[in-house]
C-alpha cells in the first residue's frame, strides 16, 4: 500500500526543451508532436478550452473530428503515464504534479536564479515542427524567442554578477556564450570588448572589435555602431592595466525633453480663439505623439486658470474612474466646498469621505434617485470650478462611459444655475479612430449643433519641424531638419525621442548617423530606449504597463517580491530615462510598447499576481476580473464580473449590468459551471430594458 500512494502522488517531469519527453520513476516516455503541442501550451500559457485548443492543432480538420482527436490524445497520454495529467473537462489545465523544464527557466529567471536558467538548454520542441498547424506553428516561433530572450538575459546578468564578484574569467566565458545566442547583438560585443580590457588584455579586446567589425561587414553589409567604434578607440588610447567603469550616460537638456515653443500650430490656434469666442467645446484630434496634449495644455494656460483630467489606459471598465480622479483633484484645491446636506449624501456613493456622520444613502430604487445623484455631481462641479477658466479631457478615448455621462450632462447645460454662473470650457484631446461609436455618434451631435469644433492635427511640415530645431539650442540640429523631416515624418514627439536616441548614444556633432534610417519608427526607438534598463527596472516598467492606474510602489513591492529601497532605486531609473514621471508613464506610446513587449508566459503570472493582491486591496471589481481573466483564471473572475454588474445595477446603469452579467455567464459555463452560469443569466433578463 505504501509503494501505492508513494506511487500515486509522484511527479512528472514535462521535458520540452529539445527531445519532447516525459520522465516518471517508471522511466521515460517519448512524446509525440500533438501531445507534446498540448502540454506545452499548457505549461507556458496556462490553462486553456479544450477545443480551441483542438482547432489549433488540427487545424485543417472538422470541428467534430478535432474534438474526437483531442479525446484520443487525452485517453493515449492518461494510459501511457498512468495518471491524468491534463485536468478539466472543457478548459485543461496541467496536473500540478507536472514540472515542465521551459516553465522553471521562464522561473528562474524571474527569481533572479539565473545560474540555474542557463542549466535549461536547448530549444522549445526542438526536434518537432508544425507546418500543418499554422497559428500553432506561430506561437511556437514566438515562444522559442521568448525564450531565447530569457536566456541572453540570464547571461547578461549572471555575466555582470561574476565581474561583481572578482570571476573575470566566468564573467568572460558568460559573455562568449551571450555572443553564441545573438552573434549580431553589439552590445554583447562591447561587453566582452569591455571585459577583456578589464582583465587587462587590451589586444584581446582589440581582436574582439574587429571580429565584430568583420561579422557586420560580411554577414549584415554593415558597420560597427558609433558607441562601439568609440569604445575601441578609448581601449586603443588606454593603458594596459586601467580598469574604467561603464561611461556615464549624457544628461538630456531640457529643452529636447519639453521644447521650450510651441511651433507649427498657428493655424489650429486660430481656430481654437474663435471656437472659443463663440462658446464652443473644443476637440483636439490626431495620431499618438501629434501633439495634442502640448496645445490643449498650452491654449488653457493661454486663457486663465485650467485643470487636466488624463484619462488613462484601463480605466474604459471601471466606472467613474476619471470623474472620482477629477473630483479629488478639486477637492484638493477646495477641501471644504459649501455643499448642501442632500449634495454631500449622495457624492458618498463614489466619495465615501464626505458622508459624514449620517453614512452613505441607501441603493437607488429608480430614475429619480438616479437623477438626483446626477445632479449632486454637478452641483459639486459648480462649487469646486468657480474661478476656473478651462477643464482639459485629455485622451477621451481611454475615459470610461459613466464618466462620460458627467460630461455630456455638463456639456448640455454650459451655464450653471444662479446669478453671474458660469462653467468652464471644455478642451478634449482624443486619438484619431479610437473613440467609441457612441463616442463619435455624440461629438459628432455636438458639432452638427454649432455647440464643438473638431480640430484634426497634422505632422509638421519641413519648415516647422526646422523651427523646433532651432528653438532646442543644440550645436547643429537645426542643418539635420531634412534628415529630420524625412525620418520622423513631422510627428513632434518621434523628433524628441529621436533626438535623445542620438544624444544618448553619440550626439549630434558628428551629424546624422548612417545606421538612423526611415524604416525606424517611433515604437522601435521606444524599444532600444526600454533596452537600455536595467533588468529590475524594466521589469518595474512591465508590471506598471499591467497594472495601469492602480500601480503603486507598495503594490510593485509586493507582487515583485522586493525590497521598498530597491524599486525606488528602479523607480528613479525609470524616471531619469524619461520613462516615468512619478509611478505614471510619461506618454502612452511608452506605456503600449512595454505592455506589448511582455513575454505572454511572464504576462499571465504578473497578472494573476496582481489580481491577488488587488483582491485583498478591495479594488474595484471589474479589474480584479478583468486581471484574473488575463491571467488565464476564468473561474476566478466570475464572482468579480457578478459584483461588477451589481454595482451597475445598483446605480441603475442597466445596459452596462446586463452585459457584465452575460459575461459572468460564459466564463462560468467555459470552465464548465452550467448550473450557476444559469443563475447569473437569470439576473440578466431580470434587469428592466436590459
Known sequence: MAGDDAAGTQDYRLELLGEARLRSGEGLIPLERRTAGVLAWLALEGPHPKYRLA??????????TARNNMRQLLRRLRLACGAELVQGADVLSLCERVVADASELQAHVLAGRHAQALQLDGVLLGALE????????????????????????AAALESDASERRGDLSGALLLAERLLGMDPYSEEAWRRLMRLHYVAGDRMAALNAFERCRRLLREELDTTPLPETVALAREIERGPTAAKPGPPPKPKLPLSVLRPP???????????????????????????????????????????????????????QNVPYASHVRLMRQLLARVPDPKLEPWVRRELARLLPDLAGHEGPPPPM????????????HCQLIYELCSGVDALVADDLQFMDSATAEFAVLMLSRRHPPGPGGRFPRFIDTYRSDELSPGAVACVQQLVVAGLAVVIELEPLGADAVGALLGSLDLPGAERLTRDVTRHTGGNPLFITETLKDLLETGGLERGWPEHVTPSVRLRQLIQQRLERLSPPALQVARLAALARTDFGLELASEVLEMPALSLATHVAELEAAQIFRGERFTHDLLFEVVRQGVPRSLEALLHRRL???????????????????????????????VAAANAEAA????????????????????????????????????????
Open 55 to 64: 482547432g489549433l492543432l488540427w487545424a485543417e480538420s472538422s470541428e467534430t
Open 365 to 376: 430604487a429608480d430614475e429619480a434617485d438616479r437623477s438626483r445623484f446626477l445632479e449632486a
Open 611 to 641: 489580481a491577488a493582491a488587488l483582491e485583498v486591496r478591495q479594488a474595484a471589481p471589474a479589474v480584479v476580473a478583468q486581471h484574473w481573466m488575463e491571467g488565464n483564471e476564468p473561474r476566478r473572475a466570475a464572482p468579480f464580473l
Open 261 to 315: 515653443v510651441l511651433v507649427g500650430r498657428e493655424r489650429e490656434w486660430a481656430r481654437m480663439e474663435a471656437a472659443w469666442e463663440a462658446g464652443q467645446t473644443i476637440f483636439l484630434a490626431g495620431e499618438p505623439g501629434v501633439g495634442k496634449t502640448r496645445l490643449a495644455h498650452d491654449f488653457a494656460a493661454s486663457r486663465g486658470t485650467h485643470f487636466m483630467l488624463e484619462a488613462r489606459p484601463g480605466e
Open 651 to 690: 446605480a441603475l446603469r442597466h445596459l452596462e449590468a446586463a452585459v457584465l452579467y452575460h459575461r459572468a455567464a460564459a466564463l462560468l459555463e467555459e470552465t464548465g459551471h452550467a448550473e450557476e452560469a444559469a443563475r447569473v443569466r437569470a439576473r440578466a433578463r431580470g434587469i428592466p430594458s436590459a
Open 130 to 153: 508544425y507546418e500543418d498547424c499554422t497559428e500553432f506553428q506561430a506561437w511556437l516561433e514566438g515562444a522559442r524567442e521568448r525564450l531565447d530572450k530569457l536566456r541572453r538575459r
